[in-house]
């Protein structure tokens, strides 16, 4: 069955970095479009970055300019690159198989001193 699991959250500084990582498996993972997503409370999951299963990428512009996305198509795994973090950063960031159902469990990420 697919499942999706993130790691990489936890707490860090304002003006930190974290990697974020998403395994996958149970579909062919090299011809879905990834994405990440995130989730503050009370506000509906938004879109932070995605990337096509050529390698083409976009973001919201919330992340233009401090975050990547990438994906290693062997390793069945799509990463985000957070820099320059801020506070409004803060949410449960979760990845998805573009066309799939499915989620996984997130990871939070909480920006804060």
């Known amino acids: 069955q697919v499942q999706l699991v993130e790691s990489g959250g936890g707490l860090v500084e304002p003006g930190g970095s974290l990697r974020l990582s998403c395994a996958a498996s149970g579909f062919i993972f090299s011809i879905y479009d990834m994405a990440w997503y995130r989730q503050s409370p009370g506000e509906q999951r938004e879109l932070v970055a995605r990337i096509s299963f050529k390698g083409s990428t976009n973001y919201a512009d919330s992340a233009k300019g401090r975050f990547t996305i990438s994906r290693d198509n062997p390793k069945k795994t799509v990463y985000l690159q957070m820099n320059s973090l801020k506070p409004e950063d803060t949410a449960v960031y979760y990845c998805?198989?573009?066309?799939?159902?499915?989620w996984g469990q997130g990871t939070q990420v909480t920006v804060s001193s």
């Open positions: 998805r198989a573009e066309g799939l159902v499915h």
